[in-house]
């Protein structure tokens, strides 16, 4: 049996595009063993433990919450928008259930809980330029009836239980590490790697397409630094607004071309499009700001500058 004494920390769907960097980050900030990375399916190299965990089995979460004295759960792990609305009741599921474990084990073991929601709890009547913190919350996505429901359990946790549950909604994400995993934003991503790779890329979203985005680090960043507010500053326990950048596909593809000029692209849209027309193009994020003093640091051309300058040597040595 591991000793009750290394991890203190456990991050779910570690495996991901989140959870990889999130894993790394947090063992540069507390040590290697201090950080158990769980997910579906078993972790290589994660360089500390690792173990397998199907959130929606939640005495095996309990477990290994007991076995390694876990007092911080971030938790990651979900079905995200595209995936989800090919399999909707596996999202439920999954998204559900497996944050319904994470709060209970929490408030039986008085731990603190990471959980992201997302830009995709908003809807299309939503406001969709400088989306207010508090406002319309009417998504058509499996992925987003999940968020807005997580939200709101997240507060019943808060507010009855006293669970230290925080969370911000993300917008899209861009991450040089792991591949992006089902998401309506994940187009950005693979633009990089399609330039990168020399190759000619199909659009799922058309050029005119606006949706809130962030660089992983600025994530990252802005993440730890809500997980290491004071508890009495923290005064959103539904989620907070939360965002960098807002920019069209095309806007994007201009700013990779000043830098790959071969760089060619065409748009067809498929039904990822429907979902981001839902989406607001930009966000108010100002309640996040004065709470606990986020501010991102990458504006568009220093995120595309960095990301070719990290995908060029990855990709080009496979």
Same mark, same amino acid.
């Given at each position: 049996m591991l000793s009750p004494r290394l991890p203190s920390l456990l991050v779910t769907g570690a495996g991901g595009q989140i959870g990889s960097d999130l894993v790394r980050r947090l063992r540069a900030r507390h040590g290697p063993d201090a950080v158990l990375a769980t997910d579906l399916r078993p972790l =290589?190299?994660? #360089?500390?433990? *690792?173990?397998?965990?199907?959130?929606?089995? #939640?005495?095996?979460?309990? =477990?290994l919450c007991e076995?390694?004295?876990?007092?911080?759960?971030?938790? =990651?792990a979900s !079905?995200? @928008?595209?995936? #989800?609305?090919?399999?909707?009741? =596996?999202?439920?599921?999954?998204?559900?259930n497996g944050l319904r474990h994470v709060l209970e084990v929490a408030r039986e073991r008085q731990q603190r809980?990471?959980?992201? +929601? @997302?830009?995709?709890t908003f809807g299309p009547t939503t406001p969709r330029d400088a989306t207010p913190?508090?406002?319309?919350?009417?998504?058509?996505?499996?992925? #987003?009836?999940?968020k807005v429901s997580g939200e709101l359990l997240c507060q019943y946790y808060a507010h009855k239980f006293g669970?230290?549950?925080?969370s911000v909604r993300y917008p899209g994400l861009i991450s040089s590490g792991a591949p992006p995993g089902g998401g309506t934003t994940d187009y950005a991503v693979d633009m990089f790697r399609a330039a990168v790779r020399g190759d000619r890329y199909t659009c799922f979203v058309g050029p005119d397409t606006?949706?809130?985005?962030?660089?992983?680090?600025? *994530?990252?960043?802005g993440t730890l630094a809500l997980m290491a507010a004071p508890e009495d500053a923290i005064?959103?326990?539904? +989620?907070?607004? $939360?965002? *960098? !950048? @807002?920019? @069209? &596909? &095309?806007?994007?593809? +201009?700013?990779?071309?000043?830098?790959?000029?071969? $760089?060619e692209l065409t748009y067809l849209p498929d039904f990822r499009q429907h979902i981001a027309d839902t989406w607001p193009r930009s966000v108010d994020d100002g309640q996040a700001r004065s709470d606990w003093g986020w501010t991102p640091e990458y504006d568009l051309d220093g995120m595309v500058a960095d990301m070719l300058a990290r995908l060029s040597p990855r990709l080009h040595a496979r």
């Open positions: =290589l190299h994660t #360089g500390g433990p *690792a173990d397998v965990l199907d959130v929606r089995d #939640g005495d095996r979460l309990h =477990l076995r390694h004295a876990i007092d911080t759960v971030y938790h =990651l !079905l995200l @928008s595209a995936t #989800g609305e090919q399999q909707p009741h =596996l999202a439920w599921d999954v998204n559900m809980v990471f959980w992201p +929601s @997302s830009i995709a913190q508090t406002t319309v919350l009417e998504p058509t996505t499996m992925y #987003g009836l999940t669970v230290d549950v925080r606006v949706l809130p985005m962030m660089y992983m680090p600025d *994530a990252l960043r005064t959103v326990r539904t +989620s907070y607004n $939360f965002t *960098a !950048l @807002s920019f @069209s &596909a &095309a806007e994007l593809a +201009s700013a990779i071309r000043h830098r790959v000029p071969d $760089f």
